[in-house]
């Protein structure tokens, strides 16, 4: 049977949404019933523990739907959060990318690190400023963090220091799953642009 859609993007976003929902499925399914890679399985008391990263084996095709990469979406950068411009820090957006460089939904934990940035260097790390941690582990705290605008997950990352206009910082996010091996990036953005 052949399915006409109205138009290539909503053919292209129902298929990428019936995708997810086959995976999680069968992950979660596999969960009941003891499998290899369900999430929580007393069946598999290792997985239960949170595993060390890439010890959940996601059989193929599915394996290229999870993250191959990780970016730092280019709206990053710092923000007041509210009205009375008490609360600042950096707005980052993070996408994942799976096999085909589409973005796609990642598992995990990621760790957020702030750095000065150290000029006329071949590191552009200096001294680290602060560091946050965010586990997405739960499909709750995913879908909370989740922008389907952008398909990016947004994360707020508060800092209560005044942070000065112009000054140039790292930003290094390391992004660790159960299902994929340990994700990396970085980016040198100027606070206030």
Known sequence: MTVIYPDAHAGRHLKATATWAAVLAMIFMAGCNG???????????VV???PDPADVKVPAPLHLLLPKAIRIHPFTG???FDEAGGVKGIDVRVEALDAYGDATKAFGKFHFALYQHKADSPSPRGPQVATWEEDLLTPEKNLVHWDSITRAYAFKLQWYQAIPVGQKFVLSIDFASPFTPRRFAE???????
Do not use: D, E
């Open 48 to 50: 239960a523990a949170r």
């Open 35 to 45: 499998g290899k890679f369900g999430l929580g399985s007393p069946a598999n008391p």
């Open 78 to 80: 710092t923000r007041t």
């Open 187 to 193: 980016r040198v953005f100027i606070s206030g642009q």
